[in-house]
């Protein structure tokens, strides 16, 4: 072991492993409470390639993520939010992560020796304090309070490991060159202020037809594009929490418990009310605005007047450079401290109210603000949250009845019953669903990984594990297979007739934004769109890639088009998801040289980094064929009691 090798080295190594508790005790420990799961700690849930996941790793991984979700928020996480977030499934996923890294590992020739392993361990920043090491008993003592021991603990820090050495030797020959680094960093720095006009084909439908003759010719010309794809059709059993909730019920009693026991739930913060005026400064909150002494002039101008007595709504409305609030008079409603920037918070909840605040300058610009009034912290009395907590408490018992029950059934199916058996000895009904194709989301069935299983299974096959729905789960039985085939016309003639109509519209569209771009050239955009009864618009700002230009949207094509053409250039007409535009670059901000300089050395580090962490998850979903995974349902259902 790794402890075993350190004990024999300088006497500095006495105080190996100290730090380690802060680091990684919230990772890896698992809670004080609450870890005593059904089952033995033995038992296996799930094999990855045949190497076992048991329920004592799963349940100290479990309650160490839940643990972190503790403290992160605050006391405020419920079994509903921890269902929502989807912690089971996560935990299971880490540990099949885990099980392939070994795997693979082991079939690479890849291992940590006790050597690696403390190398690593005493030259790791966060393990040192005062240059130095606090002992391995001191580690052991704060493991063993926690359910863990030193070698677990090892072992955990090892496999960790191991999953870099896979991951360098995977991904190490990956590499970015300049020309990329450059084309990235463009890519995110280059802005464009664009003019446009927009032919929407949807204008010519009304005066376009389409003949039961053309669509008969567009469906023997292009059969095959109206195939119907292989569909299935499920038998399914669904648990959702409306069921339940019928089933549950809570009392007054209990009710007023838990106000009692989470009195920081039904706490109103601290509010102040104000309005402001702000003079934005180019740079800093904006790409638009003032150079910062030209802003600083005019707010001085602002407070001037406000000083002689101008009405502060009305100078807003005609000063104030923040479009959201200057129609309000400069409202900005009332808050919470924390919502506003630090330099704005601070005068909201400083000045007395009524009172005008000198020059406030943020990230934004110079804001001068005025407080209308200020709220105190409150506690909102039981009667008004009554209900609420009786809703949210008849949701948690109706979500641990559905669980327990969702783990009967698959006792039930795993033994052999029907999934119209289970159903029965619930009360509940088996239903049928639609045939649905690969891939489409099937209503009442909102899981990909339940479409995707159902075309995995035999007809008449049961899958004995519940799949996760947004509001409860369902089991199924494949009911019906429907191979691909080609439809007869009757069938996608309404399909047909609206491919068609589509495609006359955009050629109609097309042709009028040709005439548009012809007319343009000689007269300008503006005037060209106005004789052809079309408007001419124009971006408020400038927009950087993957932004929408106007009404126009965001695509693909339309950004390389955009962002290709020259200042002042007129683009010809370019395809996007409403017909036709013609556009013009008003102005086009270049990348700064001497910013990508600067940068160049860190960009290109974190684009190599993204792209090992893309090609490593790629390579992780490819070992999934190689090391199949086998859940067994029943066991994960009761892992955690």
Same mark, same amino acid.
């Given at each position: 072991?790794a402890?075993a ?12 492993l100290g730090?380690?508790?802060?680091s990684?005790i ?12 059904g089952?033995?700690?033995g038992?296996v ?6 190497m ?9 991984l ?15 996480? @419920?079994?509903?939010m ?7 499934e996560? +935990?299971?996923g880490?540990l ?13 020739g890849?291992?940590?020796? $006790?050597?690696e392993?403390?190398?690593?361990? +005493? ?20 493991? =063993? ?7 677990e603990?090892e ?12 991951q360098?030797?995977?991904?190490? #020959?990956?590499?970015?060159? !300049?020309?990329?680094? =450059? ?7 280059e ?13 010519f439908?009304? =005066?376009t037809?389409?003949?039961? $003759? ?20 499920v ?6 929490t &409306? ?8 009392? @007054?009693?209990?009710v ?20 402001h ?5 180019? #740079?800093? #909150? %904006?790409?638009?605005?003032h150079? $910062?002494a ?12 406000l ?5 502060? %709504? =009305? ?5 104030s450079e923040d479009?959201?609030?200057?129609t ?9 401290r924390g ?11 400083s ?8 020059l406030?300058? %943020? ?13 105190e912290?409150?506690?909102r009395?039981?009667? $008004? ?10 949701g ?19 033994? #052999?019953?029907?999934?119209e058996? &289970?159903a029965?000895k619930q009360s ?23 479409v ?17 729905? !947004?509001?409860?789960?369902?089991f /199924? ?8 085939? *080609?439809?007869?016309?009757a ?9 068609l ?9 097309l042709?009028?934004?040709?005439e548009?771009?012809?007319r343009?050239?000689? @007269? ?19 927009v950087?890639?993957?932004?929408p ?9 339309l950004?390389?088009?955009a962002? &290709? ?7 010809d007409?370019?395809r ?6 013609? /556009?013009?670059?008003?102005e086009?901000?270049?990348? @700064? ?7 160049? +050395?860190?960009?290109?580090? %974190? ?11 790629a390579?992780?979903?490819?070992l ?6 086998e859940?067994?349902?029943? &066991?994960?259902?009761g892992? *955690?009691?």
């Amino acid at each position: 072991m790794a402890l075993a090798f350190m004990r024999r080295q300088k006497w500095w190594l006495k105080y190996l492993l100290g730090l380690v508790v802060v680091s990684f005790i919230i990772l890896y420990i698992p809670a004080l409470i609450g870890t005593d799961g059904g089952g033995t700690p033995g038992e296996v849930l799930a094999e990855v390639g045949k190497m076992p996941i048991t329920a004592a790793e799963y349940r100290r991984l479990y309650y160490s993520q839940l643990r972190r979700l503790e403290q992160m928020y605050q006391g405020r996480l @419920d079994p509903a939010m921890v269902e929502q977030l989807g912690l089971k499934e996560q +935990t299971l996923g880490a540990l099949v992560q885990e099980k392939l890294v070994l795997l693979e590992a082991r079939r690479l020739g890849l291992n940590v020796s $006790d050597e690696e392993l403390a190398r690593h361990l +005493t030259t790791t920043p966060e393990l040192q304090q005062n240059g130095s090491f606090v002992g391995a008993a001191e580690l052991r003592r704060q493991l =063993e309070l926690r359910g863990m021991t030193l070698e677990e603990f090892e072992e955990t820090k090892r496999t960790e490991l191991l999953g870099e050495k896979l991951q360098a030797l995977i991904t190490d #020959g990956i590499v970015v060159s !300049p020309a990329e680094v =450059e084309q990235e960093f463009r890519r995110r720095n280059e802005q464009i202020k664009v003019e446009y006009v927009l032919v929407d084909s949807k204008r010519f439908e009304a =005066e376009t037809g389409v003949t039961d $003759d053309e669509v008969a010719a567009r469906f023997e010309a292009k059969k095959e594009a109206y195939r119907i794809p292989e569909k299935r059709v499920v038998s399914f059993l669904r648990l959702d929490t &409306a069921t339940f909730m019928a089933r549950v019920s809570v009392k @007054d009693a209990d009710v007023e418990t838990y106000y009692r026991e989470h009195p920081d739930d039904f706490k109103e913060a601290e509010q102040a009310c104000a309005r402001h005026i702000l003079i934005k400064v180019k #740079g800093e #909150g %904006s790409a638009e605005g003032h150079p $910062d002494a030209e802003a600083l002039k005019l707010a001085q101008g602002v407070a001037a007047q406000l000083a002689k007595g101008t009405e502060f %709504s =009305e100078l807003a409305k005609k000063s104030s450079e923040d479009k959201g609030s200057a129609t309000a008079g400069g409202d900005v409603g009332c808050f919470p401290r924390g919502k506003m920037v630090p330099e704005f918070d601070n005068a909201a909840f400083s000045l007395p109210i009524g009172q005008t605040s000198d020059l406030v300058k %943020s990230v934004y610009g110079y804001h001068i603000i005025q407080v209308a009034s200020r709220r105190e912290e409150t506690t909102r009395a039981l009667g $008004d949250v009554k209900e609420g907590i009786r809703g949210m408490l008849a949701g948690q018992s109706a979500r641990t009845l559905m669980e327990a029950k969702a783990g009967e059934i698959a006792q039930a199916l795993g033994s #052999g019953r029907s999934l119209e058996e &289970a159903a029965q000895k619930q009360s509940l009904t088996v239903q049928k669903s639609r045939p649905f194709a690969r891939g489409e989301q099937v209503q009442g069935l909102e899981s990909p990984l339940l479409v995707s299983r159902a075309f995995e299974l035999k007809r008449g096959e049961i899958d004995k594990s519940p799949f996760n729905l !947004p509001r409860g789960f369902a089991f /199924i039985a494949l009911a019906e297979e429907q191979a691909s085939r *080609l439809p007869a016309l009757a069938e996608v003639q309404d399909k047909v007739k609206a491919d068609l109509l589509a495609e006359k519209t955009v050629e109609k569209a097309l042709a009028r934004a040709r005439e548009l771009k012809a007319r343009a050239d000689k @007269d300008g955009l503006e005037k060209a769109a106005a004789a052809l009864g079309l408007a001419r618009k124009e971006t408020p700002a400038l927009v950087g890639r993957g932004q929408p230009i106007g009404e126009l949207g965001a695509s693909r094509g339309l950004e390389e088009a955009a962002f &290709a053409l020259g200042e002042k250039t007129l683009s010809d007409p370019i395809r996007v998801p409403a017909g036709q535009a013609v /556009i013009r670059i008003l102005e086009k901000k270049a990348a @700064d040289p001497l910013a990508f300089e600067n940068q160049k +050395t860190a960009l290109q580090s %974190s684009l190599r980094q993204e792209r090992k962490q893309q090609f490593f998850r790629a390579y992780m979903n490819q070992l999934r064929q190689r090391f199949p995974v086998e859940r067994r349902s029943a &066991a994960l259902e009761g892992a *955690l009691g």
